[in-house]
Structures are given as structure tokens and as C-alpha cells.
């Protein structure tokens, strides 16, 4: 072995103590980039398999291309795959329970069509020919058809076109939601046998706001003039050069595809241009997102700016500790290179001394650090998935190759970083300087006066304590550096710790109610009133929707524009059982007696805008409403699929609010229209006729999960259940989980602060015991010394904790304010008070631990062979 | 012939009314093989003198040739490998290299230069050095006369044109103190090494061949020992 590395080496075994704390440091920040590297793919390669199974493995849609230029997708370089599906068209669904969709909407699909919209059967098969159908089973369970495997159905199927408007083109498109004012033009009629059920499909085919049920259908035969949309899958390259690969395969600019993939609007002529190949594009934004990793979505900046901060914070600590370290093994050998020095060894060779170090510590530190963060992640996940499972993440641990990668060279940089700059003081070394120890005699510009405040405190003690803390201020400064950090992460961070309550609160603390159950069944209202007799079910609240018919023009809408478009619009009536009105109009402080008479109008929503990729969020008046108007419409219901006869009537108003109910204003706070809520008296006195076919239950129970597996089992399927409890408490379980995490990764910050810590708190004992030698001899006691440290570790925190603390609240102030703008919600601010105290008492009781029991040791050597020694 | 010559060496430590003048106009050469003994006072310049003639610090002006060749020409790292070539320099405080062993310790210059060690000649200086028996033994583990040998096998496995030795036996007692002088004469007779010594002792002083004297940073040549 090269001498060189043989004086590291020894050096290194020398001071086993500072390099296994220095290896610690190494492999402490290496392994929290690993773990932190594993979750973040781990998380990514959930997000992509999520986003294949809601939407489709495809990265863009090309709809109504020509039969003939699909081939374009075979001979295409950058396409790895693609499906084709063609529109069928609408078929009338007549005894559709859901409003909503009154249609049944059939696709037919290829074999690799199926395959990239993840169709899943629920039951029976796949269709193997044009003559068999596959229906969703949202159609039975919730649109309340009986049709089932084996039935033979002849569907008169059709394009929708709004009532009044020319019936040519393709129509309206599966995204323009039903609003009662269509007609179905019949193109053809076709006989297909039902040969099974899917469960959801991709949100391209359908979502809850589409007007039909799918039913899927195999595309055999493609007619040269048929249009068909093309679900095509990119290869890696192709997403990168996603807009032109696009742009290439509808024959336009690359930057006029950029431009419509901005969100920009094109021009006529560019609309044009654009609509030669295909009518119209979509793009399967949130799959190309997580496997590219670009997003223009705050959430997810916020989410990587939160990420990236605490990364950087790791780097920063890993790089003060590392490179502290550096620096107190240069300053303890300046006399070994000043002897190397003069014995012939170039700057080149005692650069490499210093690097040969951090080569070994990094290599070893890297490789156990590496380790430690996959075994520790694996662990993690594996006990976390579960968790994750429940709320529908499908996480798994997954090692990216390129991140792993990146993970050597972040923390090899950190290791390089740390070591360049004693490695450079190495070189500068001159012989002559370490001969005579000149390096270290510095001449002090001014003398420092003690304050008179120290001395009158503090005593003797105090002033010898000040004038320490000023000596050593320089030595002490990366310590200083690392505790301000460490508590600035600590106090900012600790705004998560009141993130599990205020998002369990968000769902159904807010809400007051555990469990949702919804039905359309023609007995709904009946059974949902035996269900809240279920054992244990503590309390209840009963709600229905009807549907007013009104003018637009009869209502003073602030902008009246964006409501004409149709002769008349819907606004849901809400029928809310008295107890539940009762607390209504205690919140509105409106008597609950007038509501007999009168109705409460909801004016406002909850409006989103992006504006430059930005998300504003606001509430947003709709009408000119008081108190006292009067909304005129006609009133009615659907039953089995049919509207009931409509009734005049003139709403009076007894309260414009501008917020639903509590229990249901989360779920309408988006919605733009009017919402009416009404008592059950109200409709009983004023509309005995009305009916109520809708409704749904709220209810709170000793055991929530008890009474979800009892309404399970009792046979009805035609329900919409959600189990807000359950929910809670996953998000709970897993804010906590995010908590843990953030809280881990600052744990383990601040250990690797701690190494810095006792790393430099070491070499500086060491270096003054010949001062505590002197003290000793001339008489300072031993609770005198410890005093006088006590007052050192005092005036050193606080030099670190005072900015500390300030950063760390403006900090807290910044991830609290960014936090509710990524969850959509206000959250009272509560400066982390438990935080700092925590922050002052650890720091001044870990600093002061590691400075008296290096005394204590001192204590244990022998005073005049120190000062022997020293002065020799 | 002349292995060594100064010119108007000068060193000054400090600026202004804070200038030390610690070497003052030091004109003088060295032949080859010559023993010369540096003798002054505390403080009179004599390490500051040394330390320029090693190329170890560089003078506030004047010129050293180290055979015909000015060392302060050159930049810093030609000059670390003049020292590690050229140069054997010998230091009270030994200035040994604590992690590494006696044999390590001898071997380090041309380790350093990433040269074959002379086995020969590594064996015969420890012979002559009597440091057979410690030879993996460390720094820390060998008496003061014993560190001083193996400084002096350091200084001489190079075979350098000049072996400068600063108060050599100044940290010794005077049964070591002998033992080195006569190692020091050993290696001047035996290999014809060019010494320069430094010391406040003139009874080691009237050992070597020449003498030179310093006082107040100014050096002259002494042919009377008796001075």
C-alpha cells in the first residue's frame, strides 16, 4: 500500500471514535436519501398503476380518425401499441333509476382495446364477436336494470343532438352530461346477447356524470369508412416528444400541438388544421405525468417542494457534519503535513491524503448507508402497504435503478463536497507554517469586552464562559450552522403534526355523521328508514332530492349568460327530514317553524381557476337573491326512470345562505347551481302529492363497520354506501403514517447533527485540556468547571436557537399556508409552541451532555502529566 | 567544489515598525562534503537561516544555490521534490511521522517519490543506526536518541546533496547527544556528505570543519574556535 494511504489509514485507526462517528454521519444521510428515493418510486409506480386502471394504458386518444389512416399507429417509430374502439351510439334505457344516465351507450372495442382500458369482468366473459355484449354492472346495481347473462337485447341505437339544434355531425359527446333537452336520432338497430358484467370502466369510457351505462362489444370488422378513436400507447422516447409525436401523427406543427397541450386555445384556422385527421384529442394527462414526473399541478409542486426541502435540509447536514469532521482531523494533523511537507510531499499528495480519507469513510459509509435505507424502506412498506391498501394505493416496494444511481452520486457528492475544502487547506499547508504552529496563532484584531450584564450574572465563571464562546465561536460554527437547521426543520415541520386531526376532521369530523347510504330502489325511502333501526345506530338524519324546473330568466342571476343556453335548468329541491332542518336553521338563525311556508337558498359555491398553472380557489356569489324572493318553476320527480307530472309552484325565500348544510356541504360546496333545501313538513303540507323515490340516510353508530357489513349483507344491491369513519380513520392512519415519515427523516437529521455535534464538542475538549488542567491547578473546583460550561452550552444555543426558532415559525407559516392550498381547505395557524420548548430543551441538555461527559473524562486524567505533556 | 552558495539572504518577519530582521545579507557557500557548524545565540536567525537553506521557507530576498541551481526559482512543488531529493533535514523535536513505523519512517522520501527504496542501503543505515531491533517499532514506542536516529536515516536514505541538521542533539542527553555527533561525522566521513549543523553547543560545534557564527541575523565565517 502506498504510504500515503498507509499514514490515512493508521490516521483514521488513530481516531477510531470521530471516524466511526463519521461513517455513522455518512451512512445516516445516504440511508434517509435511500429511503427516501425507494418511496418516492414506490409511490410513482402506485400512482401509474392507478392511473392504468381508472383510465387506460394509453397516453393519447385520437377520436373520429378514418379507418384508413389508423395504420399510421403500425408504422409509427415512437408508438408501442394502440387499441380501437368504435361509437355505436345511444340507446334509450328507459328504466334507468339514475337521472342522470338514461342511456346505455355502446362501444365496440378490439382485442388490444379491452386490454389497454383495463375492462375487468365482474362476471361471464368476454364478448367474441360483434353479436355479444358486455354490460357494466353499475347498470344493475345503481340504473336498477334486470337485464343479465343470457338475455337477448335489440337496441335502437342513436346519436344525441340538443333539442332545437341541426341533427347532423356525430352529436353530443359521451362528456356532455344529460340535461333532459335531447333527442336520440336512431342510426341502426342491433340484437346482441348479454354474455357478462364489467366493473368500472376506464374513466374515458365513463364517469358519473356521463349520460349512459357502457356495454362493450368486440370490433371484428372495420369498414373502411368507419371513424374510429385510437387509445395509443407511446414508447419511452415518444413521451419525452410527446408534442411531437402527436403533432406527426395528426400532420400539424410541433408547436401548434404544444400550444393545444398547453391549454392554449388554437386559432379557426389551427382548429382546423387540427381536426384533418382526428375530431378531436385527449390526452391521458395524469399517466404521462407520473411516468414522465412533470406536472404543472400545485399539489404536486408543493408535495416536491416540501421533499426536495427536506432533502436539501439532509444535504446541508450530512455536508456541515461530514466536512466538520474533515476539518477537525486536518486541524489535528497540521503538524503531520507540515512534516510530510518537509520531507518532500507535493500539494497534490496531501490533497490526496485528505480525499484518500474521505474515499474510505464515503465508501464504507455509502455502502452501509445504501443498505440500512433499502432494508429500512422494505420494512417500512411492508408495513405500511396494508394501510394503503384500504384506502385503494396499491404500494409496493420498488428500487429505481436510476434513483439509486442518483442516491450514490447525491451522497458521494455530499462526501466530496465535505472533504474538498480540507482537502484543499491540506495543500496550503507550508512547511515552515506547521513547524511553528503558526496557522493556529492568529492575532486578535480587538479585544472583546465581556458585558456587564455576564459578569453581574454569571460571576467568574460566566466571564471565563463568554470568553470561551467568543475563542471558539469559529470552531463551533458548523455546530451552530447544524443545530439552527435542525431546529428550524423540527419547529416548521411540527405544522404535520395537526394534519391527522385537521384531515379527520375534514371528512367526517365536519360532516358529524359515519356512514352515507344512498338508494334509487323503489322501496329506498322504506328500507333506509329500517336500517336506522339497526342495532346500534345511535342517531339518523333522512334527506331526498326532487327537481325544480325554472326559467333562467326568472332568477337574478349575477351572470345571467352562462345560463341561457337552454329554455329552462334543474336546481335540486333537497328534502330534509324536521330534525335535521331544525339544526339547519339554528346555524342560519332562522326559525325552523317558517320553513313550513318557506325554502332556504344555497348562493354560493366554492369556484376553482388556473390561471397561469396556478389553482385559485374562491367563494363565488351566484344570484342576486334576498330574503323574501320568490323563485317561480315547475316541481316534480323521477320514478323508475319516468319524470312524475310537473306542479306549479312559487318558492317563497326565507333565508339566502351561503353554505348548505353541514353534513352536506362538502359534498355540494362545487357545485355552480342554486341548491333549494326544503323541510319534510314543507312537502307534506304544500305537495302531498310529491314523492320521494330518492333518498339517503346519515347515521352515526356505536360501530360503523358493524353496520356497514350489516346493510352488506341484507340482499339490496341498488345503494351507494360510503363509510365516512372508515375513511377517517385511514386518512388519520395514514397522515400519521406521513407524519412518522416526516418526523423520521428529521429524527435522523437530527442525529446526523448530533454526530457533528459530539464530533466537533470532542476535538475541542480535547484541544482544552490544557486550559482545564491550568483552571484545575490553580484551583477551579470541579462544580466551578461544570458551571462554566453550563454557561458556555448556554450562550452557544443560544446563538443557534434564537434564529432557529424564528425560521423555523416562518417556516411553519409557509408549509401551513401551502398545505391548505394543496387540501383545499382553511386550517386554523397554532404556532408550534410544544415544538420550540421541545427544540430549547433538547438543545441546550444534548450540547451541555456531550461537554460534561467529555470534562468528566478529563476529570479521570491525571492534571500534571496533561500539563506535562503540553508544555514539553 | 561548491554544493552550496546564498546571496544576499535576507528574511524579515512583520511589517513596518513591527519588522524583525532575522537574517540580514547571509553571503557564504559550502563545499561538498564539508561539516560546517552554525553556532549564535537564541534567536540570532540560525533555524530561520536552515529552514531557507532546505527550501522549507522561502526568504524575504537573496538567492540559494543548491548546485548551481537558485531552489527559490522554482515553484512549490519542484521545490517539495528538491527537499525530498536533495534535502536531509534533521530537527530537535525529531519530527517524525507518528502513524508510521521506523522503517516506514526512514522510507518515506522515496516513497514519496514513488521510487524502489535502496534495500542496501535502507539495511546499512539501520545497521549503523542500531535500530535493528525496533525497526516496526512506532514513533511513540522509541526513546529520544532512538527518534533522532531514525530522523537521521530519513534524512540520509535519499542520499541528498545537503543533510542540514538543526539542534540535533538539543532534546538529548549528552550519552545520546555524543552517539548522533558521531553518527553525523560517521555519515560525513563515510559517504562524504555535505553537513550543515546547527547548535548553541560549541563543544559539537568544534567538531565539524567550519564554523559559522551568527549574531543578530548577520553570519560570519570564524576560523578561531576559541571565539
Known sequence: MNVLRKCSMRSLQKSKRRTVITIVGIALATALLTAFACFMESFRQAAVRSELRDSGNFHYCFQGMAAKDVKIFSLHQHVEGYGLLRDEGYAMFKESKNQRKPYVHVCSLDEDCFERLFVTLYSGRLPQSEEEIIINRAMRSEGGSKLGIGDKVTLELGRRYRAGDQQEGPGLSFYEEYEGDEVLVPIQTKTYVIVGTFNEPSDYLEVSQTPGYTALTLLTDVGGADRLDVYARYDRKGIYKNAEVTAGILGVQTSLMEKVLQGKEPTKEEEKELTKFASGILENYWLIGWEKQSFSNLEYWTNIGLQTLEMLAVMLLGVACIQNSFEISLTEKLAFYGQIASVGATKRQRRMIVLWEALFVGGIGISAGILAGLLGSYGAMAIIKSIYAVAGIDLEFYVSGTMLLGTILFSTAMVWLSAVHAARRAEKITPISAIRGSDQIKKQKRVRKCPFYVKKLFGISGILSWKNYRRTRGKYGRVIFTIFLSVSLAIGFAEFSNLPQDLANMSYGVMGYQIMLTTNAENGRAWLEEVAMYDGVEEYTLFSSLALKVAPQSIPYLDLSEHTARDFETIVVYVLDDECMKKYCAELDVPFEDTDQRVIVRNQYLAEEHIDGKEYLYQKEISNLHDGDVIPGDFYFVKNGQKSEEIQVSFSVLKVAEAGPVFLRNMTKSSESLQIFVSASFLHKNYPSMEMPNASILLNARDADEVEKRIMDSGEDIYYLSNFAKEAQTMKEISLMLYAMIWGILGVSILIGLTNLMNTVNANMDARKREFSMLRSLGMTRQEQNRMLAYETLFMSSKALLPGIAMGIMLSYVLHASLGAAVQMFMPYRVPILAILLCILLTYFTLYAVMRQNAKNLDQENLLELLRKETA | ?227
Open chain 2, 1 to 227: 567544489m561548491e554544493i552550496l552558495r546564498t546571496e544576499n539572504l535576507c528574511k524579515t518577519y512583520g511589517k513596518n515598525e513591527n519588522a524583525v530582521e532575522a537574517v540580514k545579507n547571509a553571503n557564504f557557500s559550502v563545499e561538498k562534503g564539508e561539516f560546517v557548524a552554525v553556532v549564535g545565540s537564541s534567536g540570532s536567525g540560525k533555524s530561520t537561516l536552515m529552514h531557507m537553506l532546505g527550501g522549507v521557507d522561502r526568504p524575504t530576498s537573496g538567492k540559494v544555490f543548491v548546485e548551481n541551481e537558485d531552489i527559490y526559482a522554482m515553484n512549490d512543488d519542484r521545490l517539495a521534490i528538491f527537499r525530498r531529493r536533495q534535502v536531509g533535514l534533521i530537527y530537535q523535536f525529531y519530527n517524525l511521522i507518528p502513524v508510521l513505523n521506523v522503517e516506514e519512517n526512514i522510507t518515506l522520501p522515496c516513497e514519496l517519490d514513488g521510487k524502489q527504496v535502496d534495500k542496501a542501503l535502507l539495511e546499512e543505515l539501520i545497521g549503523t543506526l542500531g535500530l535493528d531491533k525496533v525497526r516496526t517499532h512506532l514513533p511513540n514506542e522509541l526513546s529520544g536518541g532512538q527518534q533522532q536516529r531514525v530522523a537521521i536515516g530519513r534524512a540520509l536514505i535519499t542520499r541528498p546533496a545537503i543533510l542540514l541538521a538543526d539542534e540535533p542533539t538539543g532534546n538529548l542527553d549528552s550519552k545520546n547527544g555524543n552517539e548522533i555527533m558521531e553518527l553525523l561525522k560517521a555519515s560525513n566521513r563515510k559517504y562524504k556528505q555535505t553537513i550543515i549543523m546547527i547548535t548553541h553547543n560549541l563543544e559539537l560545534a568544534k567538531q565539524a570543519d567550519r564554523l559559522l557564527i551568527m549574531e543578530d541575523g548577520i553570519v560570519r565565517e570564524s576560523d578561531n574556535f576559541s571565539e
